[in-house]
């Protein structure tokens, strides 16, 4: 699956994040380094969801924009 993220040059570095994805983002010393971290990121977002959604079902849908 695929999302969309914002990059940010910043003084220290990179930070990222995911808009489709409240509170998800994370930050690098360089531009790999933060694309790195955020797939991290992303994978723990969802893994979490998918726990705390608990018995309700959860699906994947891909729209196109």
């Known amino acids: 699956m695929k999302y969309p993220v914002a990059l940010i040059r ?3 570095g990179y930070s990222v994040s995911c808009p489709g994805l409240p509170g998800c983002w994370s930050q690098g010393k360089t531009e790999e380094e933060a694309l790195e971290n955020i797939k991290d990121a992303i994978q723990e977002y969802i893994a979490v969801a ?4 608990g018995e ?7 729209i196109q924009a």
Request: charged share 55%; no cysteine; net charge negative.
């Open 10 to 12: 910043s003084e220290e």
């Open 56 to 62: 309700r079902e959860l699906r994947e849908v891909e």
């Open 50 to 53: 998918r726990q705390l959604g």
